[in-house]
């Protein structure tokens, strides 16, 4: 019972952003008039995918107290390398697949190498390496298009039964266990469930993962107690690049093309700093994680979703201006935020403010 | 095969250079398995890098050291850890954002499938806790939550986790109470008794008297001597470690007829029931001591009066008029004049990376200004002025505050506040980690403070600097003062008693 209490009081910040992001949503889907259909949830998946894999990828060099600048010209890099690749043969498929998503822990392991062993500051290195990436990006896709499997495309998209409408998975008809129930839930979310069980987790729970929330918490106790700090900082940036990789990867089939779309980079690298502080993980490292990105990342994308269901004839009509939205976007953002903040009126202690 | 005479560990011509200067200069040092082996020195005596050498910390410039009779090389902590040496060191290497139990299996957990099996790591990290006497810390605690006294015991269970063969602690029992230093030393002892080659650094006399069976003297980087307990009469080894002769190191304590007119005075102080009713003097020119048990509120009576506390009750009289503080600069404005220096001068006391000189100058800044600007001349001056008044060793007024040894640190951080012209000084523990020839410049300090008309409120830990500094000690418990010894009646007998006579709580209550 104590140990619960001390848990949740150590995850604050992840319970806020579920909190929050559970408010917002049963407004979106309260005021959308096709609110809590399977439809919805799978166009919000759909949306949300991107920022949510590039906000845990964001979240691990955080941890170790540094920055990566680069997520979101990774996640175009891996957007354009797979409307080149993925296509063809299923062999041609998964090598495509393969190749993308090697790319992106690719550039995370450079980034990792320029932090760890060229002793650059994260935020300039990653800044200089992010440009060379979306320069690459650029070179592969230098105007939209491209081409991704369909098939492959509108199967990952979509709920799971759409894989047995497309691979007919029951010759004799989908059972009643799968059609109404696991067969609704969309694939995005399932795959977001997978990266956490094979990616996060273990991530989380292994020697080297531990290593980065040592580091960001103090790098000169966790070299004293002989923590390999090069090889936790070195993981940290190249699992990052790996999700921002899978980030990419999905937008490609959400989208069907490549696009080296520079602002849209850019945008993704802030919004993915954002998510990763409305979830609860401190931007000088040591506490927090994934898992609260993602719900931070969905606080922002329930956001936006938001704006667009307002009633321009009911009471908050005001709020459906296209115009406003950004306004509205970052006065709430800042709220969320100072929720998290709100305990400073609680200290009695001025001292503990700062440490 | 090394045989039982072959020392655990020898050192042989081992030097080391930092820029100028020499911390290490051809030593040569063993030490035996089943020995408790304690380092005596000055600050700057190179006590600190002889521990970094075998640590692996910082590699030496000549020398070779030897384990076990076999020649080895440490390149990093790492290394020197896998060979059986564990430090625990005064700047605790714990990590405040992890858990109790992350932090005492921070390098080698029990695994399973390759990942932390957390349930084993949990129950480790308690038997461990259990075997330093603390079940009371709970494992899943946040290092950050835990007072310092606590994160000690932490960091010597981290420690005792990694089966060490040789166990190197500096200052480790610095911040802890009475009770826990008592469980430190049993289980010190029976590593010894186990075979373990133990060093010990500490700048407590008493500590090294109880402890100690071999020691080992320092000064400028050099081993001066190495001889059994008992061969050497306390004089003898202060002498060896400061160079020159031991004189008294306590000034003389004024003789007053009358008490003197109150700067300071708290009627009823209390804070969310850590501290309650506490009412007390401070007169001009006088020392009065904080003492007591450890974590009886003497901190945070020092923490309220200089406005850090969110809070407080009662009334705070400051030369005749009644002040509000509600902040550390509402604290140090000339007319209310209070100075702390704090616990802990790496994090509350200095801006590390800054200058020498722009430490001692930040708190008075306000005063050496031409409107918006600040008088480089006149702000040079002071500094100056405050590091010969001090006798700070420095290089030059430019370099790096975290450049100096740690006496002259916590130096620079009196000098700071002198600069202010406070005419209330509080100090918490300022003498913590410094060695004795630095302590004894302090206790002076302080003296010729007081007698130009100062008045000083000092929390101690250390029994022996409250008899010998203070003109009246108030003994602290359970966020009240329990009791005030004055004069003669300033004895340890008394402290102690009172710090945990029970049936002194008891009269007190019914009064």
Request: hydrophobic share 45%.
């Amino acid at each position: 019972m104590k140990d619960l209490r001390l848990r949740l009081a150590q995850n604050g910040g992840l319970l806020l952003a579920i909190a929050l992001f559970a408010i917002l949503y049963i407004l979106y889907n309260s005021l959308h008039p096709k609110g809590w259909s399977v439809d919805v949830l799978v166009e919000n998946a759909n949306e949300s995918f991107a920022l949510i894999m590039v906000s845990m990828a964001q979240t691990l060099p955080v941890l170790t107290g540094g920055i990566d600048l680069s997520v979101g010209p990774m996640m175009t890099l891996a957007n354009c390398l797979a409307s080149v690749l993925v296509n063809g043969s299923p062999g041609q498929l998964v090598l495509g697949i393969v190749l993308v998503l090697a790319s992106g822990t690719l550039a995370g392991f450079v980034n990792g190498c320029i932090v760890v062993y060229g002793r650059i500051q994260p935020i300039i290195a990653t800044l200089a390496t992010g440009a060379v990436f979306v320069g690459i990006s650029l070179f592969l896709r230098p105007t939209p298009g491209g081409k991704i499997n369909e098939d492959l495309a509108w199967v990952t998209t979509n709920a799971l039964s759409e894989m047995d409408n497309t691979f007919h998975w029951f010759p004799d008809g989908a059972p009643g266990w799968f059609a109404n129930g696991i067969g609704r839930v969309p694939v995005p979310i399932l795959l977001i469930l997978l990266v956490i069980l094979v990616i996060w987790l273990p991530f989380r729970n292994s020697v080297t993962g531990r290593g980065c929330y040592a580091i960001g918490s103090s790098e000169g106790a966790a070299y004293m107690s002989g923590v390999r700090i090069g090889r936790s900082k070195l993981a940290a940036y190249t699992v990052g690049g790996l999700l921002a990789g899978i980030g990419g990867l999905y937008l490609a089939l959400q989208t069907g093309s490549g696009n080296a779309d520079i602002p849209q980079a850019g945008a993704y690298t802030l919004n993915s700093i954002a998510a990763v502080v409305v979830g609860g993980t401190s931007l000088f490292g040591g506490t927090g994680g994934a898992i609260g990105s993602l719900f931070g990342a969905l606080v922002l994308r329930a956001i936006a979703f938001c704006f667009r269901v307002f009633d321009s004839n009911g009471p908050l009509g005001f709020l459906s201006n296209p115009l406003l939205q950004p306004i509205f976007e970052g006065v709430i953002l800042l709220l969320a935020v100072s929720l998290g903040a709100a305990r400073v009126f609680r200290v009695k202690n001025r001292l503990t403010l700062f440490s | 095969m090394p045989d039982q005479d072959t020392p655990f560990l020898a050192l042989a011509n081992v030097s080391k250079r930092y820029g100028g200067v020499r911390a290490l200069a051809n030593v040569n040092f063993t030490c035996r398995r089943g020995s408790i082996h304690a380092v005596l020195g000055e600050n700057g005596a190179g006590k600190s890098t002889l521990i970094k050498v075998i640590a692996g910390v910082v590699q030496p410039d000549e020398g070779t050291i030897a384990l076990d009779g076999r020649p080895a090389t440490f390149p990093n902590p790492l290394a020197a850890n896998a060979a059986g040496i564990v430090c625990i060191f005064q700047e605790l290497s714990l990590m405040p954002d992890l858990s109790v139990a992350d932090n005492i299996g921070i390098t080698t957990p029990p695994r399973r499938f390759g990942l932390i099996d957390r349930r084993a790591q949990r129950r480790r990290a308690e038997e461990l806790l259990a075997r330093v006497g603390c079940e009371d810390i709970n494992p899943l605690a946040h290092v950050r939550q835990l007072p310092l006294s606590r994160r000690q015991m932490v960091e010597i269970a981290k420690a005792l986790g990694r089966n060490p063969r040789l166990l190197i602690l500096d200052e480790a029992t610095s911040a802890l109470t009475a009770g826990d230093v008592r469980k430190v030393y049993a289980i010190l002892h029976a590593l010894r008794d186990s075979g373990l080659c133990l060093l010990y650094i500490s700048h407590r006399m008493h500590e090294i008297e109880e402890l100690a069976d071999t020691c080992s003297v320092f000064r400028n980087g050099q081993h001066v001597d190495t001889f059994p307990k008992g061969a050497r009469s306390d004089q003898d080894i202060v002498q060896m470690m400061i160079g020159r002769e031991w004189k008294n190191v306590y000034p003389p304590k004024p003789q007053r007829s009358a008490p003197p007119p109150a700067a300071l005075e708290l009627r009823n102080i209390g804070w969310e029931g850590r501290l309650s009713g506490i009412s007390l003097q401070v007169g001009r020119g006088e020392i009065v001591g904080l003492g007591g048990l450890d974590g009886q509120g003497q901190r945070e009576l020092l923490l309220a009066l200089f406005g850090v506390l969110r809070g407080v009750e009662g009334e705070v009289i400051v030369n005749g008029k009644r002040r509000r503080i509600a902040s550390p600069a509402q604290a140090k404005r000339p007319d209310v004049g209070i100075a702390l220096i704090p616990e802990d001068r790496k994090t509350e006391g200095l801006m590390l990376p800054m200058s020498i000189a722009d430490n001692i100058s930040v708190a008075a800044l306000g005063s050496m200004t031409h409107g918006l600007v600040v008088d480089r001349t006149l702000e040079d001056k002071r500094t100056a002025e405050m590091v010969a008044k001090l006798n700070i060793k420095i290089g030059q007024l430019g370099d790096a505050v975290a450049t100096l040894s740690g006496g002259n640190q916590q130096k620079v951080v009196i000098a700071k506040w002198l600069l202010t012209g406070a005419s209330i000084v509080l100090l918490n523990d300022p003498t913590r980690g410094i060695d004795v020839g630095t302590k004894q410049e302090i206790y002076q300090l302080l003296r010729d403070l007081a007698d130009a008309g100062t008045a000083v409120l000092l929390y101690s830990t250390d029994y022996d600097e409250l008899i010998g500094c203070c003109d009246r000690v108030l003994i602290m418990y359970d966020g009240r003062v329990v009791r005030e010894l004055a004069g003669a009646d300033i004895t340890e007998a008394n402290i102690v008693a009172s710090s945990l006579n029970i049936s002194l709580e008891r009269t007190e209550a019914q009064a």
